[in-house]
């Protein structure tokens, strides 16, 4: 008996102690959650009652240099759908189909075309939260804000707003230095993580130009608003309210009067070259010239602030509004169209030809070569019969010549340069390479002093390096791609071409114009600005002065400087100058003009027309540089397109340009609709 009453104790006993493990671990787990982790729980139990809606704010407007407002922002009426009533009425397929349905063909009966499709791929796209209000159309009319209001019944969940867009009031011009916005992708999200602007899913982000240059400065600060809702996801309550802060303004060193001469000016020379035909007396190659496309630069050289930019073909920001299509992508784009999304100014890149003959010469007094003690001086005369023979070749090309093999005789450093003698700078080039006392490398240093090979740094995205060939360079790209760069030797033939800018020498135009800029302000390399200020929105105070960036100075004496201008003034003034027919009645007296003509050759294509020009000679206040792509000479295009912009500025007859809509601020905006499947995830980098 004592045996069965052990046993029954000990199984008591055994519970006891289960039953007292059990409370002890249930006592743990309580006094962690209950105070170990009462701040974690206490903030998890906060997010799961409190909801963050962000406002997005107004962009700041972009003004030109006179305060002109050329990109600006304007009300318009957008249709959304409230993801929260959508998630909570129709649950299914069918239920948001019908209603994308009615919706779609409301729209398209009140002239706002678009396709159900497309406002059912919005209502599906995983960027937009549970609470957010999705957009499926916008640029509806007061009266279709009415009637749907009359129905709502009909369309849960769908409100009509007042947002604001982006509006142009000069319409497509300066379309390049402008750009656009479009929506925010993934890279460009998290690139921004941790702005103070905080970016979500649904917005938009500068794509191009000043837009994404300044996106910092034009971002506004982002309401918000929470709203308490219970486990359930139905609102019990809202909280705190924080108002949206405009984005500052940026004012430009754009003249808008003058860039949009430039534009017309530009466009004007290449629709006049295509209607000649190019006499090649080497190839009897007779037919029209393309002429597709060039750019064009104007500079105030004292600072080296960007007065003009202009790119062709252009295209129009406005197709942006809202989101472009796929087809009008694609038509931006295709080939024929030849690229006009890219910016020539900073992303073309063209061997400059003579153009560059300034430069050359530059490096050759400045490495000694063109000295009292070196092998020749600035007044030491070459003889040109038209032709070069490179001494010692015995293979390859070893006769260069002056286009259209022309004799000028006895030349020196301001003639050359005057009559653009290839045979004067190719005896240079070769006393490059056969004197000792200079470096191998003294070209390509002299010409880099002037920020050839590297980015100018103006505040534009996608701007490209440009290419300073040398022997380093050319043995690398042979390694690399031997197929392509069969050579990887340097000769005496790559040092000649160089030095007339022609081999894999390669600028952009606002890299021309920026070198001449150096030159013509006394020797100081600047980085282009294209941003004057930034201005608060509310008290119109200056937020950001943009001071002129100096890069470096250059060593310009009187001697080396001056019988560079002296020959650069020739070509415009003298008869035998390149530029002398350009420029034969242009009012010199009002402003003098000294410049280059240029033309360089591409594998395949026709001439390429440059002519880079600065004035007044004596103190200059303007740099122009124009490219003609496939437009033959220099001095038969280009020069007459620059003359033309150097004499409005003369004259003071640049025409006044008023914005396209002076009631635009009042008057309601219609706004493309993007088809369905034609939406776009804009790339960061648009094609070149």
């Known amino acids: 008996m004592a045996s069965v009453r052990d046993s029954q104790a000990f199984r008591l006993n055994l519970v006891g102690i289960v039953a007292l493990s059990l409370f002890v671990a249930l006592f743990a787990r309580l006094y962690s959650l209950q105070v170990l982790h009462e701040e ?145 992708n993934q890279d460009e999200l998290e690139l921004r993580a941790t702005s103070a602007k905080a970016y979500q899913p649904a917005d938009e982000i500068g794509k191009a130009g000043v837009e994404a240059a300044f996106e910092e400065v034009l971002r506004g600060v982002p309401g918000s608003q929470e709203i308490i809702v219970d486990a359930r996801n139905q609102i019990v309550g809202y909280g705190d309210i924080l108002s949206p802060q405009p984005g500052s303004d940026v004012q430009l060193t754009i003249d808008i009067d003058l860039q949009i001469e430039v534009e017309e000016e530009l466009k004007s020379q290449l629709e006049a070259r295509r209607l000649v035909r190019e006499d090649n007396k080497l190839t009897g190659d007779n037919s029209f010239f393309v002429a597709p496309a060039g750019a064009a630069v104007v500079l105030n050289p004292n600072g080296s602030q960007i007065l003009a930019m202009a790119s062709y073909p252009a295209y129009d920001q406005r197709e942006f509004i809202g989101g472009i299509s796929a087809a009008q992508f694609d038509a931006l784009t295709n080939e024929d169209a030849h690229a006009p999304l890219s910016n020539r100014a900073i992303q073309g890149l063209y061997a400059p030809g003579s153009t560059f003959k300034p430069f050359t010469a530059f490096a050759a007094m400045n490495s000694g070569l063109m000295s009292d003690r070196g092998a020749l001086t600035q007044y030491s005369e070459l003889f040109d019969p038209g032709f070069f023979t490179l001494p010692g070749c015995d293979g390859g090309k070893c006769e260069f010549q002056n286009a259209q093999r022309t004799e000028y005789g006895l030349v020196d450093l301001r003639r050359a340069l005057t009559v653009s003698s290839d045979v004067y700078f190719y005896r240079l080039a070769w006393f490059f390479e056969i004197s000792p006392s200079v470096r191998s490398t003294a070209l390509q240093d002299g010409v880099r002093a002037f920020g050839f090979g590297r980015r100018t740094g103006v505040p534009l995205a996608y701007e490209v390096a440009g290419l300073v060939p040398d022997e380093d360079l050319k043995a690398a790209r042979h390694e690399d791609l031997p197929e392509v760069f069969t050579e990887g030797n340097w000769f005496a033939g790559d040092t000649l071409n160089t030095a007339i800018g022609q081999g894999d020498m390669g600028v952009t135009p606002l890299q021309l114009a920026n070198a001449y800029a150096t030159l013509a302000n006394g020797g100081t390399l600047y980085s282009p600005n294209i941003a004057k200020t930034a201005i608060d929105p509310a008290t119109r105070e200056i937020e950001i002065d943009y001071q002129p960036r100096a890069l470096g100075e250059i060593y310009l004496p009187p001697e080396i400087r001056d019988p560079l201008i002296d020959g650069l003034a020739g070509v415009t003034t003298q008869e035998d100058g390149t530029g002398f027919f350009a420029f034969e009645t242009y009012p010199h007296d009002l402003l003098a003009v000294a410049g280059k003509t240029g033309t360089s050759e591409k594998f395949g294509k026709q001439d390429f027309a440059l002519f880079a020009g600065f004035g007044p000679v004596e103190n200059p206040e303007y740099v122009i540089v124009m490219v003609l792509e496939e437009a033959g000479f220099g001095s038969e295009s280009a020069a007459p397109g620059v003359r033309n912009i150097f004499e409005a500025l003369a004259t003071n007859s640049i025409p006044i340009s008023e914005p396209l809509d002076l009631d635009y601020l009042n008057a309601p905006v219609i706004v493309g609709i993007k088809a369905p499947g034609d939406e776009l995830a804009l790339n960061e980098e648009p094609p070149s």
């Open 40 to 184: 974690q729980f206490q903030a998890a139990a906060v997010s799961n009652t409190n909801r963050t809606l962000s406002t997005e704010a107004p962009r700041g407007r972009i003004l030109d240099s006179e305060g002109r407002i050329l990109v600006d922002n304007k009300s318009t009426l957008v249709v959304f759908v409230d993801n929260f009533v959508l998630a909570d009425q129709l649950n299914s397929r069918q239920e948001r189909e019908q209603l994308a349905l009615r919706l779609a063909t409301s729209l398209s009966d009140n002239g706002v075309l678009t396709k159900v499709s497309s406002i059912l791929r919005e209502l599906e796209d995983a960027k937009y939260g549970p609470f957010d209000k999705i957009p499926v159309a916008s640029g509806v009319t007061e009266e279709f804000k009415v009637w749907l209001k009359e129905r709502d019944f009909q369309f849960p969940g769908v409100e009509i707003e007042t947002e604001s867009i982006r509006f142009y009031p000069y319409g497509a011009a300066a379309s390049h230095v402008l750009g656009y916005i479009g929506p925010i």
